[in-house]
């Protein structure tokens, strides 16, 4: 008995050996560099850079040209995301690093703005 149970301790000490995803899932570097170009996409839409009248075509429209810049589909991008949001410690790491490049891009435009400014 004391075998079994130490065998078990050992086998559950071993940590977990992470499953690859899906087939169908896109990888998590392809969801940043996506989800990064959604949320410029979005701010530019709350900050009312599209014109009104034709705020939400404009909107639809950039959303496809990131899904064909990327090279998927909306359907593909939104299984994806289901999947990730199933894997929360994998949709962490995602968010993380979306994070950090949109951080990385801020400090890119507010060091140009200082620079050309007069």
């Not at 959604?38 to 599209?50: G, R």
Request: negative net charge; hydrophobic residues 40%.
């Amino acid at each position: 008995m004391k075998k079994v149970v130490l065998f078990l301790f050992l086998v559950s000490c071993q940590g977990e050996k992470t499953a690859e995803n899906p087939a169908y899932v896109i990888d998590e570097d392809k969801m940043v560099s996506i989800m990064v170009d959604m949320h410029i996409v979005e701010t530019a839409s709350n900050l009312k850079v599209f014109p009104p009248d034709s705020a939400q075509q404009m909107y639809q429209n950039y959303f496809e040209s990131i899904y064909l810049t990327h090279g998927v589909t909306k359907a593909n991008f939104d299984s994806s995301l289901f999947y990730y949001s199933t894997q929360t410690d994998q949709m962490n790491v995602i968010y993380d690093k979306v994070l950090e490049n949109l951080s990385e891009l801020e400090s890119e435009v507010n060091s140009d703005q200082i620079h050309s400014a007069p």
